[in-house]
């Protein structure tokens, strides 16, 4: 088992022999870190640990990483000589539509696939147990040996939601080690009710009330999902929002010559987000200066749906849909924007919508562009924009075209302000690894 460990690492590009009796003796708690996504993959669930684990042995944590095989351009920060890659991402870059099954070495049992369609015929769906829970989460049991051998006994173990798999995953290795494990959600779990019937809920509550049970804290990304998780759970609920980091083209600024003004997007078109777009596109009718570019990561169907909105009203031309493209583009594109934007559900049936905090959206902060968030009027983004003066969440019409003609008229008036640092991954990994510290302190 231990060979084979090796092998793998070996393959992934790491070089250095991990002795983990030294690593004990250096003076720093060690952080488990099991989340499905991580870099070189390129995604908001990629980047939540990619990016502020770098900054965890400046507050007493060297981070360890239990993740998939990936392929992606977003720099793996952590050496990986701390990371364990076990099995493949399926995910085989940032478009939604590009997954190559084949290669995924996660196989489903077969009885788990009959289950799976009786489920989907009853309306059954199960975000605290799903496919991964008999695929990844197996192939990390089965690899305790190596995981053993390869990494010093952590301090801590943290499992990063969704999918199912890391939490599940995070338990068992906390009761193999006996050390306390923290349960992170990107996303709510079995309290998502959007699309499920009551039963589908309340059984998927049930399963992930029993899982958590034994965590010693929870951890999310924002206030609403925290308030959430705590009632619920009646477990602490650290708020770590997904923060901003500098790039290269905030370092050395790129100049828009050609003076062109436009609304930039990029990233996935979602359906239940598409009424956003569609009035943003109606505004544009008003702002005849400006246009709509995106960066869209698919899928198609989406894709053409918009077009078809944009060609309903006579706006085809306004709208312009780029084919995906590398890290440090996109990060250009936005620099350069008039205003970038970000798009969320308006539908306020939901009741936890409004803590909606898309991945994106706080990396916005950093750019010099003001951000024009379509949302419901209450979503959390609103708070924060209003205290970085940064942007405005508008909601209706006549809301987003007053924005669009404040930014064309008054460029600095939503320059922002010394608030924007309290978001930054850094300023949020010191928030979470005091957590987990504090958990770390209390462990017998």
């Known amino acids: 088992?231990?060979?084979?460990?090796?092998?793998?690492?070996?393959?992934?590009g790491s070089t250095t022999e991990i002795d983990p009796q030294n690593e004990r003796k250096i003076n720093m708690k060690n952080?488990?870190?099991?989340?499905?996504?991580?870099?070189?993959?390129?995604?908001?669930?990629a980047r939540r640990f990619g990016e502020m684990s770098p900054f965890m042995p400046d507050y007493g944590l060297r981070p360890w990483i239990i993740s998939t095989n990936s392929v992606g351009d977003l720099p793996v920060q952590v050496p990986e000589a701390q990371c364990i890659r076990i099995g493949l991402h399926p995910q085989r870059s940032m478009q939604i539509e590009d997954r190559d099954i084949n290669a995924n070495t996660f196989k489903m049992p077969v009885a788990f696939k009959v289950s799976r369609k009786i489920a989907k015929f009853l309306g059954l769906g199960f975000r605290s147990f799903d496919r991964t829970v008999v695929t990844w989460y197996p192939l990390i049991k089965k690899q305790?040996?190596?995981?053993?051998a390869s990494i010093p006994k952590p301090d801590v173990i943290i499992g990063s939601f969704g999918p199912a798999a890391s939490l599940w995953a995070a338990r068992y290795l906390a009761s193999f080690y006996n050390v306390p494990w923290v349960a992170d959600f990107r996303d709510l779990g079995?309290?998502?009710?959007?699309?499920?019937?009551?039963?589908?809920?309340?059984?998927?509550?049930?399963?992930?009330?029993?899982?958590?049970?034994?965590?010693?804290?929870l951890m999310t990304v924002g206030d609403v999902l925290a308030n959430a998780l705590e009632k619920k759970y009646k477990k602490r609920c650290c708020k770590v929002y997904n923060g901003w980091v500098r790039n290269s083209s905030q370092e050395s600024p790129v100049e828009n010559k050609e003076g062109e003004k436009y609304i930039y997007y990029a990233?996935?078109?979602?359906?239940?987000?598409?009424?956003?777009?569609?009035?943003?596109?109606d505004a544009l009718k008003d702002a005849q200066t400006i246009h709509l570019k995106i960066r869209s990561l698919g899928p198609k169907l989406m894709e053409e749906k918009l077009l078809e909105y944009a060609q309903s009203i006579g706006l085809e031309k306004r709208l312009e849909l780029l084919e995906p493209t590398d890290q440090l583009t996109v990060q250009k594109e936005a620099e350069m924007a008039t205003m970038n934007l970000v798009v969320e559900d308006l539908n306020t049936s939901d009741p936890y919508s409004?803590?909606?905090?898309?991945?994106?959206?706080?990396?916005l902060l950093a750019f010099t562009p003001p951000v024009l968030s379509i949302t419901?009027?209450?979503?959390?983004?609103?708070?924060?924009?209003?205290?970085?003066?940064?942007?405005?969440?508008?909601?209706?019409?006549?809301?987003?075209?007053?924005?669009?003609?404040?930014?064309?008229?008054?460029?600095e008036r939503y320059q922002g302000n010394q608030s924007i640092s309290k978001y930054s991954k850094l300023e949020q990994a010191k928030i979470m690894c005091s957590f987990f510290n504090q958990i770390i302190s209390r462990t017998p």
């Open 1 to 12: 088992m231990e060979k084979e460990g090796r092998k793998n690492s070996a393959l992934n």
């Open 31 to 45: 952080a488990l870190i099991i989340s499905y996504s991580f870099p070189p993959l390129n995604d908001i669930a």
């Open 144 to 148: 305790t040996e190596m995981i053993v």
């Open 190 to 217: 079995a309290l998502h009710w959007k699309g499920r019937g009551k039963l589908s809920r309340e059984i998927d509550l049930l399963i992930e009330n029993r899982l958590l049970a034994s965590a010693s804290g």
């Open 267 to 281: 990233g996935r078109i979602y359906l239940h987000r598409m009424n956003s777009f569609f009035l943003l596109l």
């Open 354 to 363: 409004a803590g909606t905090l898309t991945g994106k959206f706080l990396q």
């Open 376 to 411: 419901r009027t209450d979503s959390e983004m609103s708070g924060i924009l209003k205290e970085t003066n940064k942007g405005k969440v508008c909601s209706g019409l006549k809301q987003v075209i007053e924005f669009i003609s404040a930014c064309l008229n008054d460029p």
